[in-house]
C-alpha cells in the first residue's frame, strides 16, 4: 500500500505520488526526495508553468524533500537576466522557495569533462556536415538514417577537433559533436543527437567564456545527476527524451536520476507557446508580457488573481498520465472562490446614468452602514454618503422594459442598496433622444431598503453618489481568444485571426469615495459587477482598475450566439 500523506487523506494519490511514497517506503536514494523546476530564461513564465512549480516544489514538501530552482541557460541567444528575475518572482509570488539556485552553466565544465569522456570511448565524435545534411542523414519515423562520413574518426582526432572548436578555430555551423548510437534506431532523437554546437554568443552568466554550448538532452539528465535530483518530473512532451536521458547516465556511470512525466497544462481560449506569446508582445497585439489578458503568472498577479486560487486550480486539475484541455472557466471559479472570501464589497458605476430625487432635500448627505464583506464578520463596516443626485447602471434602467426586467423604468420601484425605495417619475432627453436623466421620487420610511409597510419590491440596484463619486479609468478584461482553440483557423489563416477584438474595454467609472482609501494591493468587489483591483498605473489622483473576472461566466451564452 502506498504511504499516505496528509495531502492525499480522503483521495486516491496521483500516479507521482504513488512512485515518491513507494521510493521513500523502500528507502531509494536514502528515503531522500529532491525534485528540481528547471525553466529556461528566454520568456516569463505561464500557468502551465505554474502547475508544473506547483507539482515540483509541492511534492517536494509533501515528502519532507526540498526542491532545487535551476535555470537551462544553454542557449545565449535567447535568455537575459530579466527573465531570470522574472522567474524568481513568481515563484515566490506563489508561495514556493527554493533550496539551492543553481544554473546549467555552473556545469559548463564538468559537461565538457563528460564530452571528453565520451569521445575517449568512442561514444561521441565530431561531425563536419551542414544543419540541413545532418536533418537529412537522419532519415525518417520510416527509413532508417545513414551514418556520417565523420563518425568513424578516432577518439584522438575528435578531441583533437573538440578542444579547436572550444578555443574558436571554427566558425558557426562549421562542426557539431554528436553521440555515437544508432542512425536506425526508431526513436528519431536517438540517431546520433548533438551534443555541442559552435556559438559566438555572450552568455549572461559566463561572459565570452565559451564559444560552444551544449544541447538541452546533453546538459539536462547530467546536471540533475549533478544535483543528486531523486525525481526529474516535467511534462508529456519530454517523454520520447527519457531514453537519451537514461543513456546518457548509464553511458557516463553517473547519479542515477530519473525523469517522470505528467500531462501538460492546456486551456480553452488560451495559447502557451512562448513564441507566440512573445510574438503577441512584438507586434504589439498586448502591450507586453504582463498585459492582464496574458496567461503569464505576471500577468494573472497584475489582473488580480490571487496566488491561493491558482494553486487551488492546479490542485483541481490534478496530475494526469494524458494531456487534455482544462475549460478556462474552471480557473475562473477558483478565482472568483478566492477573491469572495477577501475581497472588500465597494459600489461603482461603469456605465453611468443620472438620477435626481426630488423629493429628497438638496444639501443634505447622509452616511448609510455598509458591511465590507459578508464572508468576514471581522472585516467591518464603512460609510456610504447617500445624496439628492445619484448615479446608476445604464443596464438598470428601460424606458419600455422587457417582459421579466424588474429593475428601474417609468412608474416601477426599486431598492437601492443599503439606501431607500425609489419610484421613477419621469425621465429627460437629449435631442438625439436618449435619456440623458431619471426624475424620481423616494420612500424616507425604507431607509436601510425595508418599508415598514411590509411593500416588496423585485430588485435592488447599486449606485454612488454624484457629489461624492470618484472617478476612475476601469479597464474591463476579457478572453484574449474568440475561439475555444486559437490554433484551429481555417486554410491560408493564421492563428492571430481568432484574437477576441473586444478583449479590452476602457471606461470612465463613479466610484464610492472609500475606494480611493484603499492600499494598492486591495482586493475589490464593486457588487454586481465583479471583482477587482488597481493596476501597477494607478495613482492617488488618478485611479485605474482592472477587473480581475466578472461575477459570473457569461462568456460561454455569448460564445454560443
Same mark, same amino acid.
Given at each position: 500500500?502506498?504511504?499516505?500523506?496528509?495531502?492525499?487523506?480522503?483521495?486516491?494519490?496521483?500516479?507521482?505520488?504513488? +512512485?515518491?511514497?513507494?521510493?521513500?517506503?523502500?528507502?531509494?536514494?536514502?528515503?531522500? *526526495?529532491?525534485?528540481?523546476?528547471?525553466?529556461?530564461?528566454?520568456?516569463?513564465?505561464?500557468?502551465?508553468?505554474?502547475?508544473?512549480?506547483?507539482?515540483?516544489?509541492?511534492?517536494?514538501?509533501?515528502?519532507?524533500?526540498?526542491?532545487?530552482?535551476?535555470?537551462?541557460?544553454?542557449?545565449?541567444?535567447?535568455?537575459? *537576466?530579466?527573465?531570470?528575475?522574472?522567474?524568481?518572482?513568481?515563484?515566490?509570488?506563489?508561495?514556493?522557495?527554493?533550496?539551492?539556485?543553481?544554473?546549467?552553466?555552473?556545469?559548463?565544465?564538468?559537461?565538457?569533462?563528460?564530452?571528453?569522456?565520451?569521445?575517449?570511448?568512442?561514444?561521441?565524435?565530431?561531425?563536419?556536415?551542414?544543419?540541413?545534411?545532418?536533418?537529412?542523414?537522419?532519415?525518417?519515423?520510416?527509413?532508417?538514417?545513414?551514418?556520417?562520413?565523420?563518425?568513424?574518426?578516432?577518439?584522438?582526432?575528435?578531441?583533437?577537433?573538440?578542444?579547436?572548436?572550444?578555443?574558436?578555430?571554427?566558425?558557426?555551423?562549421?562542426?557539431?559533436?554528436?553521440?555515437? +548510437?544508432?542512425?536506425?534506431?526508431?526513436?528519431?532523437?536517438?540517431?546520433?543527437?548533438?551534443?555541442?554546437?559552435?556559438?559566438?554568443?555572450?552568455?549572461?552568466?559566463?561572459?565570452?567564456?565559451?564559444?560552444?554550448?551544449?544541447?538541452?538532452?546533453?546538459?539536462?539528465?547530467?546536471?540533475?545527476?549533478?544535483?543528486?535530483?531523486?525525481?526529474?518530473?516535467?511534462?508529456?512532451?519530454?517523454?520520447?527524451?527519457?531514453?537519451?536521458?537514461?543513456?546518457?547516465?548509464?553511458?557516463?556511470?553517473?547519479?542515477?536520476?530519473?525523469?517522470?512525466?505528467?500531462?501538460?497544462?492546456?486551456?480553452?481560449?488560451?495559447?502557451?507557446?512562448?513564441?507566440?506569446?512573445?510574438?503577441? *508582445?512584438?507586434?504589439?497585439?498586448?502591450?507586453?508580457?504582463?498585459?492582464?489578458?496574458?496567461?503569464?503568472?505576471?500577468?494573472?498577479?497584475?489582473?488580480?488573481?490571487?496566488?491561493?486560487?491558482?494553486?487551488?486550480?492546479?490542485?483541481?486539475?490534478?496530475?494526469?498520465?494524458?494531456?487534455?484541455?482544462?475549460?478556462?472557466?474552471?480557473?475562473?471559479?477558483?478565482?472568483?472562490?478566492?477573491?469572495?472570501?477577501?475581497?472588500?464589497?465597494?459600489?461603482?458605476?461603469?456605465?453611468?446614468?443620472?438620477?435626481?430625487?426630488?423629493?429628497?432635500?438638496?444639501?443634505?448627505?447622509?452616511?448609510?452602514?455598509?458591511?465590507?464583506?459578508?464572508?468576514?464578520?471581522?472585516?467591518?463596516?464603512?460609510?456610504?454618503?447617500?445624496?439628492?443626485?445619484?448615479?446608476?447602471?445604464?443596464?438598470?434602467?428601460?424606458?419600455?422594459?422587457?417582459?421579466?426586467?424588474?429593475?428601474?423604468?417609468?412608474?416601477?420601484?426599486?431598492?437601492?442598496?443599503?439606501?431607500?425605495?425609489?419610484?421613477?417619475?419621469?425621465?429627460?432627453?437629449?435631442?438625439?433622444?436618449?435619456?440623458?436623466?431619471?426624475?424620481?421620487?423616494?420612500?424616507?420610511?425604507?431607509?436601510?431598503?425595508?418599508?415598514?409597510?411590509?411593500?416588496?419590491?423585485?430588485?435592488?440596484?447599486?449606485?454612488?453618489?454624484?457629489?461624492?463619486?470618484?472617478?476612475?479609468?476601469?479597464?474591463?478584461?476579457?478572453?484574449?481568444?474568440?475561439?475555444?482553440?486559437?490554433?484551429?483557423?481555417?486554410?491560408?489563416?493564421?492563428?492571430?485571426?481568432?484574437?477576441?477584438?473586444?478583449?479590452?474595454?476602457?471606461?470612465?467609472?463613479?466610484?464610492?469615495?472609500? *475606494?480611493?482609501?484603499?492600499?494598492?494591493?486591495?482586493?475589490?468587489?464593486?457588487?454586481?459587477?465583479?471583482?477587482?483591483?488597481?493596476?501597477?498605473?494607478?495613482?492617488?489622483?488618478?485611479?485605474?482598475?482592472?477587473?480581475?473576472?466578472?461575477?459570473?461566466?457569461?462568456?460561454?451564452?455569448?460564445?454560443?450566439?
Amino acid at each position: 500500500m502506498a504511504m499516505e500523506t496528509k495531502e492525499t487523506q480522503g483521495r486516491t494519490p496521483n500516479f507521482l505520488e504513488e +512512485i515518491i511514497a513507494a521510493d521513500v517506503a523502500n528507502g531509494t536514494h536514502g528515503g531522500r *526526495v529532491l525534485t528540481r523546476f528547471p525553466p529556461e530564461p528566454n520568456g516569463y513564465l505561464h500557468i502551465g508553468h505554474a502547475k508544473s512549480i506547483c507539482i515540483n516544489f509541492g511534492l517536494a514538501k509533501q515528502f519532507g524533500g526540498e526542491t532545487n530552482l535551476r535555470f537551462d541557460d544553454t542557449n545565449p541567444t535567447k535568455e537575459d *537576466v530579466e527573465y531570470v528575475d522574472s522567474i524568481k518572482e513568481d515563484i515566490r509570488w506563489l508561495g514556493f522557495q527554493w533550496a539551492r539556485e543553481r544554473y546549467a552553466s555552473d556545469y559548463f565544465g564538468q559537461l565538457y569533462k563528460w564530452c571528453e569522456q565520451l569521445m575517449e570511448a568512442g561514444l561521441a565524435y565530431v561531425d563536419d556536415q551542414t544543419q540541413e545534411e545532418i536533418r537529412v542523414g537522419r532519415g525518417t519515423v520510416t527509413q532508417p538514417g545513414v551514418n556520417s562520413p565523420w563518425r568513424d574518426r578516432t577518439p584522438v582526432e575528435n578531441l583533437d577537433l573538440l578542444h579547436r572548436m572550444r578555443a574558436g578555430e571554427f566558425p558557426e555551423g562549421a562542426k557539431v559533436v554528436r553521440a555515437k +548510437i544508432d542512425m536506425a534506431h526508431p526513436n528519431m532523437l536517438m540517431r546520433d543527437p548533438i551534443l555541442y554546437r559552435i556559438l559566438y554568443a555572450h552568455h549572461h552568466r559566463t561572459g565570452d567564456s565559451w564559444c560552444i554550448y551544449p544541447m538541452y538532452d546533453f546538459a539536462h539528465g547530467q546536471c540533475d545527476s549533478i544535483e543528486n535530483i531523486t525525481h526529474s518530473i516535467c511534462t508529456l512532451e519530454f517523454d520520447v527524451h527519457r531514453p537519451l536521458y537514461d543513456w546518457f547516465i548509464e553511458k557516463l556511470g553517473i547519479f542515477p536520476s530519473h525523469q517522470y512525466e505528467f500531462a501538460r497544462l492546456n486551456l480553452t481560449y488560451t495559447v502557451m507557446s512562448k513564441r507566440r506569446l512573445l510574438e503577441l *508582445v512584438q507586434t504589439g497585439v498586448v502591450a507586453g508580457w504582463d498585459d492582464p489578458r496574458m496567461p503569464t503568472i505576471c500577468a494573472l498577479r497584475r489582473r488580480g488573481y490571487t496566488p491561493e486560487a491558482v494553486k487551488a486550480f492546479a490542485e483541481a486539475v490534478g496530475v494526469a498520465k494524458r494531456d487534455n484541455v482544462i475549460d478556462l472557466s474552471l480557473l475562473e471559479f477558483y478565482v472568483r472562490e478566492d477573491l469572495n472570501k477577501r475581497a472588500l464589497r465597494r459600489m461603482g458605476v461603469l456605465n453611468p446614468l443620472k438620477v435626481v430625487i426630488d423629493t429628497y432635500p438638496q444639501g443634505q448627505v447622509e452616511w448609510l452602514e455598509a458591511v465590507n464583506n459578508p464572508e468576514d464578520e471581522g472585516a467591518g463596516t464603512r460609510k456610504i454618503p447617500f445624496s439628492r443626485e445619484l448615479y446608476i447602471e445604464r443596464d438598470d434602467f428601460m424606458e419600455v422594459p422587457a417582459k421579466k426586467f424588474y429593475r428601474l423604468s417609468p412608474g416601477t420601484e426599486v431598492r437601492l442598496r443599503y439606501g431607500y425605495f425609489i419610484r421613477c417619475e419621469r425621465v429627460e432627453k437629449d435631442a438625439n433622444g436618449e435619456v440623458v436623466l431619471l426624475h424620481c421620487s423616494h420612500d424616507p420610511a425604507s431607509r436601510g431598503g425595508n418599508s415598514p409597510d411590509g411593500r416588496k419590491v423585485k430588485s435592488t440596484i447599486h449606485w454612488v453618489s454624484a457629489q461624492h463619486a470618484v472617478e476612475a479609468e476601469v479597464r474591463l478584461f476579457d478572453r484574449l481568444f474568440k475561439t475555444i482553440d486559437p490554433s484551429d483557423y481555417p486554410e491560408g489563416g493564421s492563428w492571430k485571426d481568432n484574437l477576441n477584438p473586444n478583449s479590452l474595454t476602457v471606461v470612465r467609472g463613479y466610484l464610492e469615495p472609500s *475606494v480611493a482609501e484603499l492600499p494598492q494591493d486591495a482586493k475589490i468587489q464593486f457588487e454586481r459587477l465583479g471583482y477587482f483591483c488597481f493596476d501597477y498605473d494607478s495613482q492617488p489622483h488618478s485611479m485605474v482598475l482592472n477587473r480581475t473576472v466578472p461575477l459570473k461566466d457569461t462568456w460561454a451564452k455569448v460564445a454560443g450566439e
